[in-house]
């Protein structure tokens, strides 16, 4: 049995430490939090053993009536794995932490490549992350990105991938976030850091992105085209992406238009929290002009990185090959619409 330790309890760490305690293997040794806000209040709603990440604020919980388990030191000292979900950027400042308890560490996509012996992708990579101490699951979007890529390039060859990425403004939780009326290419430069992200997943591919932001909170949408090794028809994708257990074909019968009817239908199949974890390509948009496929998806930024991160703790402790640890994700997390 895994015990692993969740330090940074936002949108992340919330839906990882909710995902831990799904899992047959593993069992959630805590939450750390810097304030007794209503998250730290669902924690201990859930039982989950909440730490404080800042060792002065422990009056703070008291005051607000919470009680702890301890402080964060001691919630990486007892982990066999540590996910860091802090905000950007707050992981690499704890990193001399977990080296000097000697806890190998998962981070998030804001922290920079160069902090870890590896970024990491379920299906694209899973065995880079074999015994390493430090690894980085990458951002919502570059995620998303390495489940398209990786069987396209396995099956077909990628010449050249050239990707547009309309990317939400913020997450619903963040009221301090924009645009909330403007359409703004972000980043201005070009290439994204989406592309270079790619490559510390596939560092041999050939790809160039674009970002926007745009005043929604939903999901974020990719305008795809691949330049492909081959021309196979596009019922040919179809069927190869439709074999992907984290892509989800949005077939043209369930009329969803857009990420608000997706969230919607997440909701009502019954999904925690709305999450998507799939990919969601549209499967009328799949289509091939010679040597070139063109397809949109959706990415839900909340949630597809949550079965990854689960991966990931497999993946560093070695304990499962990633066809085994996906299923397992896969099946007690709900995956596949
Ligand atoms: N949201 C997204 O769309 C995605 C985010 N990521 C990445 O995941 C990481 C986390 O992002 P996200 O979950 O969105 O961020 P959030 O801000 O939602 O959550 C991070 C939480 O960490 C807590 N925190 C702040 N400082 C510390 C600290 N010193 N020690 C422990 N906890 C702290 C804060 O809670 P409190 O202070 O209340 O304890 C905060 O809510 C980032 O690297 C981000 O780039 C990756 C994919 C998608
Ligand atoms: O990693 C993400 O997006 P990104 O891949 O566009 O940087 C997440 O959606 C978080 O992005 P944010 O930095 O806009 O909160």
Known sequence: ??????????????????????????????????????EAQTAVRKDYPLYTAVEERVELFEEAGIGLAGTVSELVEQSDVVVDACPSGIG????????SLDTPAL????????????????RGNYSAAAGASHVRVVSCNTTGLSRLLTPLQEQYGVEKARVTLVRRGGDPGQTSRG???DILPNPITVPSHHGPDVNTVFPDLDIDTLGMKVPATLMHLHSVNVTLESSPTAADVRD????????????ESMAIDGAGKLKEFAHDAGRPRGDVWENCVWEESISMEDNDLYLFEAIHQESDVVPENVDAIRAVTETADANESIATTNETLGIGL
């Not at 049995?1 to 040794?29: C, F, H, S, W």
């Not at 690499?92 to 080296?99: F, G, H, L, P, R």
């Not at 190869?240 to 077939?251: A, G, M």
Request: charged share 25%; no cysteine; aromatic share 8%.
């Open 1 to 38: 049995m895994l015990t692993v330790g969740i330090n940074g309890y936002g949108t992340i760490g919330k839906r990882v430490a909710d995902a831990v305690t799904q899992q047959p293997d593993m069992e959630l040794a805590g939450v750390a939090k810097t304030r007794p806000n209503f």
């Open 92 to 99: 690499a400042d704890n990193k001399s932490m977990y080296e």
């Open 107 to 122: 981070y998030q996509g804001g922290e920079d490549a160069d902090l870890v012996d590896t970024s990491f992708n379920a």
């Open 179 to 181: 645009p909330i009326n």
């Open 240 to 251: 190869l992406l439709r074999e992907e257990s984290r892509l989800f074909l949005v077939p």
